[in-house]
C-alpha cells in the first residue's frame, strides 16, 4: 500500500468517538465525531463505518454557508430544521479505502460531513460515514487536502 504524501493525517476512534487532525505528527485539531450505530463493518448496504487505512478523495462545498444541505454531493439549500434520517450538512469529505477489506468505501459513498443531528455527536449514531458537528466540520474541511491519509480504528 502507497502512503499519501500529504503531511496531514486523520485519526477516528470509533471507541472514544473522537478525531484528531495531526501535521507532521503534531497535533492541531480535535473534534468529538459520531460514526455508525451499526459499529464498524464493510459490507455494502450495512450502514457500517469501515476501518482502516483511506484517503480523502474528493472535497465538497468549499464556499457554501453553513449548514447547506447536500443530496447526491450537490448543495440544494439551507437546512432549516426539518426532520432528517441522516442529514449532510456544510460539507463532505469523501473517502476512498486503501485496505483489501475497505476497498469498496468510496462505492458506499462513506464520508465526514456535517448533520443535523448535533446533539448524537459523541455516540455512535451515523449510518456509516463520520459526523461532526458542522462548526467543526468547517475547521476539518479547511484543514484537509485531498489526498490526505485516514485511519479509522
Request: glycine share 10%; net charge negative.
Amino acid at each position: 500500500m502507497k502512503w499519501p504524501d500529504s503531511p496531514i493525517v486523520i485519526k477516528v476512534s470509533i471507541e472514544d468517538q473522537c478525531l484528531t487532525v495531526r501535521d507532521q505528527g503534531k497535533s492541531i485539531f480535535s473534534a468529538p465525531v459520531s460514526t455508525s450505530a451499526n459499529g464498524p463493518g464493510f459490507e455494502e448496504g450495512s450502514y457500517r463505518t469501515p476501518t482502516g487505512n483511506f484517503v480523502i478523495r474528493e472535497k465538497i462545498g468549499e464556499g457554501a454557508p453553513l449548514f447547506t444541505s447536500f443530496k447526491g454531493r450537490l448543495p440544494r439549500r439551507i437546512w432549516q430544521g426539518e426532520e432528517s434520517n441522516d442529514a449532510v450538512l456544510t460539507r463532505i469529505l469523501w473517502l476512498e479505502g486503501l485496505d483489501e477489506q475497505n476497498a469498496n468505501t468510496y462505492c458506499r459513498f462513506i464520508y465526514f460531513h456535517g448533520t443535523h443531528a448535533e446533539d448524537q455527536i459523541g455516540k455512535p449514531a451515523s449510518h456509516g460515514c463520520i459526523r461532526l458537528k458542522n462548526n467543526d466540520m468547517l475547521t476539518l474541511f479547511d484543514l484537509t487536502p485531498i489526498g490526505s491519509h485516514v485511519q479509522i480504528n
